[in-house]
């Protein structure tokens, strides 16, 4: 098993930044791929950005040119850097990791974007 925790929420102005953290609890290094996740009220979780071991990214395209994933396999930890922030990215944050055909999900954190 993968225990994941988020952290780096919060509440932020429009055109703001935060970066997100998620800690596992044991190493990355043989998890081919992280992801994070969202899920805005009423909506879908849906795919933020992935990244694989080798660190090859791929990204929404309501993400694209603002939001940037990266893995420490060291440290165990992976990132999502959020700039220009908009009220439209409002949402809980989630990271996923898969592994051996098996998905284990954090508890999410929360991303409020609002003047």
């Known amino acids: 098993q993968v225990q994941l925790v988020e952290s780096g929420g919060g509440l932020v102005q429009p055109g703001g930044s935060l970066r997100l953290s998620c800690a596992a609890s044991?190493?990355?290094?043989?998890?081919?791929?992280m992801d994070w996740y969202r899920q805005a009220p009423g909506k879908q979780r849906e795919l933020v950005a992935g990244?694989?071991?080798?660190?090859?990214?791929m990204y929404a395209d309501s993400v694209k040119g603002r939001f940037t994933i990266s893995r420490d396999n060291v440290k165990n930890l992976v990132y999502l850097q959020m700039n220009s922030l908009k009220p439209e990215d409002t949402a809980v944050y989630y990271c996923?990791?898969?592994?051996?055909?098996?998905?284990?999900w954090g508890q999410g954190t929360q991303v409020t974007v609002s003047p």
């Open positions: 996923k990791a898969t592994k051996q055909g098996s998905a284990y």
């Open positions: 044991q190493s990355i290094f043989g998890i081919n791929v």
């Open positions: 990244i694989t071991n080798g660190g090859s990214t």
